[in-house]
């Protein structure tokens, strides 16, 4: 899928920040992580050829948004207008991305958002059981017409059962992973078949991304290398795409 980065940087906010790997990419390249700025691609979307026509994505698509930052992050409000106004300019793009910020979605709104574009789905990220308990009661109340949810990376068991009985029909899919890196927390396989047994239960979608670098499953603790780690999940269990 391609990706824009209107911005990049992020301030880690909760453990599923500890090991997020923009930091150990920047680390490498000695970038501050923290510091949120503006990148070259920022206008990507709106970028013409000569006759009149979109540089970026010209047959329309699908795009996510912001893999090296947060899209509420407090220090991009100066640019989220903007960033909002090419998503609308560009409705032959589907727009995606996730956050750990729903309490900052109002900042910066369009006037005319309504119930949502519909062209722009937002994914709100719960790597454990008090994460998913502080974010969703207030992310699944949010006026979108396209939300999900991941627990990704996956810390511990996650019981999505109220919040997919309540909303189950807006919830566009559920998903979860593990962390990848040298340092990876473990994934239980066990967490993942819960949570897909719960999304069973009330027809919600449900993908498993990837293992993680470390995956417990059947007693044993599997070392899996990053370039396996899709393919691995998929073999785990047939998903329901």
């Known amino acids: 899928m391609p990706i824009w980065n209107p911005w990049h940087g992020c301030t880690k906010i909760s453990p599923g920040c500890a090991r997020c790997y923009m930091y150990r990419i920047d680390a490498r390249h000695g970038v501050d992580s923290t ?8 206008d990507l979307p709106e970028r013409r050829k000569k ?26 409000d100066v640019w989220r207008p903007e960033a ?14 996730l956050t750990k910020r729903p309490e900052r979605f109002f900042e910066g709104l369009p006037g005319d958002w309504g119930m949502g574009y519909p062209n722009v789905s937002v ?21 979108l017409r396209h939300k999900g949810i991941i627990c990704e990376p996956m810390l511990g068991p996650v019981d999505l059962s109220p919040y997919l009985e309540k909303y189950g029909e807006d919830i566009d899919s559920v998903g979860c992973g593990g ?10 396989f066990d967490w993942v078949v819960a949570l897909k047994a719960r999304c069973d239960d009330f027809e919600v979608p449900f993908y498993f991304h ?10 044993r603790l599997y070392h899996i290398p990053r370039r396996l780690q899709h393919i691995q999940a998929k073999k785990a269990f047939v998903d329901l795409m």
């Open 35 to 42: 510091r949120v700025v503006k990148t070259a691609q920022f």
């Open 51 to 76: 006759d009149g026509s979109y540089a970026w994505l010209p047959e329309g698509g699908s795009a996510g948004v912001c893999f090296t930052s947060d899209f509420f992050h407090p220090d991009a």
């Open 84 to 97: 909002w106004a090419m998503m609308r300019e560009r409705r032959d793009v589907f727009f995606s991305f």
């Open 123 to 143: 994914t709100c990220t719960c790597e454990n059981q008090k994460m998913a308990d502080e974010r969703l009661p207030l992310f699944l109340e949010l006026p």
């Open 179 to 188: 962390e990848s890196g040298p340092n990876a927390r473990t994934l239980h």
């Open 210 to 219: 990837q293992t993680g670098a470390r995956l417990f499953k059947d007693g």
